[in-house]
Nanobody
């Protein structure tokens, strides 16, 4: 059974940085998409960014482009979201997400709260 567990959320001042981690356990295909989503209070969940391991292509939402970076450990057991120049509007629950290329199986983490204060 595949499980994703996030860590690293918390309270940070505007302009600060934070790094989220998502640890994968269980048997999962190496070729997959790694992504981060977020959901602010009263809003729909939105994709922050994604990384396709097959071709190492990453893409980001316009709102975080140039500030956030997705990466993973070499063994792909952990994915990261490095967040810099944080803004109050980045406040949300952040979720890691993975999808296997061949099976289409999808997995979600439980979410971690990020709060950016002014």
């Amino acid at each position: 059974q595949v499980q994703l567990v996030e860590s690293g959320g918390g309270l940070v001042q505007a302009g600060g940085s934070l790094r989220l981690s998502c640890t994968t356990s269980g048997s999962i295909a190496r070729m997959r998409v790694l992504a981060w989503y977020r959901q602010a209070a009263g809003k729909q969940r939105e994709m922050v960014g994604s990384l396709t391991r097959r071709d190492n292509v990453s893409q980001y939402a316009d709102s975080v482009k140039g500030r956030f970076t997705i990466s993973s450990s070499i063994d792909m057991k952990t994915q990261y979201l490095q967040m810099t120049s944080l803004k109050p509007e980045d406040t949300a629950v952040y979720y890691c997400y993975q999808r296997e290329d061949w099976t289409g199986n999808e997995y979600w983490g439980q979410g971690t709260q990020v709060t950016v204060s002014t």
